[in-house]
C-alpha cells in the first residue's frame, strides 16, 4: 500500500504562505488521485483540494479556491500545495490522502473521504501573528 508523509508545516503570520508536501513511497503516484484535506480543532476533517492523476482536474473548496493551488509532480513522487494569503481559520492539521484509479475523478466525488486508501499522519498549520 502506498505510504505517504506531508511536511511543510508549521507557524505563519496571517497573510503569508506555506508550501505543503506529500511524499509517497510504496508505489508510483502516477496511479493516484491525490486530495489535501485538513482538520481544525473540535470540527470534522474537510476536502479542500484534489488533483487527479494526470493534473488535469483539479478541485478546491471554496473556502480555499484562489488562494490554495494544488500540483503534483509524478517523477519525484510527491505532491504539493501552495497556500498563499493564509487566514487564521486555516489552521488546522493538513493531511494529503490518495486514491488508486478513477474513482474520484467524477462530479463532488474528490471531496469523499471514503474514497482514498491511503493517508498521511497530517502537518499542522497555525495560522496567527
Known amino acids: 500500500q502506498l505510504q505517504l508523509v506531508e511536511s511543510g508545516g508549521g507557524l505563519v503570520q496571517p497573510g503569508g504562505s506555506l508550501r505543503l508536501s506529500c511524499a509517497a513511497s510504496g508505489g508510483t503516484l502516477d496511479s493516484y488521485a491525490i486530495a489535501w484535506f485538513r482538520q481544525a480543532p473540535g470540527k470534522e476533517r474537510e476536502a479542500i483540494s484534489s488533483?487527479?492523476?494526470?493534473?488535469?482536474?483539479?478541485d478546491y473548496a471554496d473556502s480555499v479556491s484562489g488562494r490554495f493551488t494544488v500540483s503534483r509532480d509524478n517523477a519525484k513522487n510527491t505532491a504539493y500545495l501552495q497556500m498563499n494569503s493564509l487566514r487564521p481559520e486555516d489552521t488546522a492539521v493538513y493531511y494529503c490522502a490518495a486514491s488508486l484509479g478513477s474513482k474520484t475523478m467524477y462530479g463532488s466525488s474528490w471531496s469523499i473521504r471514503g474514497l482514498y486508501e491511503s493517508w498521511g499522519q497530517g502537518t499542522q498549520v497555525t495560522v496567527s501573528s
Open positions: 488533483i487527479g492523476k494526470s493534473s488535469i482536474k483539479l
